[in-house]
C-alpha cells in the first residue's frame, strides 16, 4: 500500500504560476514513472507530465512550455511547476505514481486524491 499526498492547488488568476507537490510514502522499493494527470467534468482524465527514474519527460501538447515536471528521489516526491496558466487549464489535478515493492518485483501503480487547480480572474 502506497500514500500519495498532494499539495499545492488553488485558485489563480489567468497567466499566474502554481507549484503541485506529490509526496509517495509506504511500501516502496522503487519509484518508475512519476507524474501529473487532470480531470475536467465531461472530458476523460488526460496526461499532463510524467517523468520516469531514467529521467524521460511527456507532456500533453497544450501544457509544452509552460509546465515542468521534476522529481526529487530522495524524498519520493514529484512537482508540477506550472506557469502562464490558462483557464482551460482548470482541472482536478491527480498525482500519479508506478512502482515496485521488492526488488524485481512487478509494477504497480497508484493515484494521489486530486487537488483543485482553478484559473479565473
Not at 499566474?16 to 475536467?40: P, Q
Not at 482541472?91 to 518485483?105: H, I, K, L, N, S
Request: charged letters at 15%.
Amino acid at each position: 500500500q502506497v500514500q500519495l499526498v498532494e499539495s499545492g492547488g488553488g485558485l489563480v488568476q489567468p497567466g499566474g504560476s502554481l507549484r503541485l507537490s506529490c509526496a509517495a510514502s509506504g511500501s516502496l522499493f522503487s519509484i518508475n514513472v512519476m507524474g501529473w494527470y487532470r480531470h475536467t467534468p465531461g472530458k476523460q482524465r488526460e496526461l499532463v507530465a510524467t517523468l520516469t527514474s531514467g529521467g524521460s519527460t511527456n507532456y500533453a501538447d497544450s501544457v509544452k512550455g509552460r509546465f515542468t515536471v521534476s522529481r526529487d528521489d530522495a524524498k519520493n516526491t514529484v512537482y508540477l511547476a506550472m506557469n502562464s496558466l490558462k483557464p482551460e487549464d482548470t482541472a482536478v489535478y491527480f498525482c500519479y505514481v508506478q512502482y515496485t515493492t521488492r526488488p524485481g518485483g512487478i509494477f504497480y501503480a497508484d493515484w494521489g486524491q486530486g487537488t483543485q487547480v482553478s484559473v479565473s480572474s
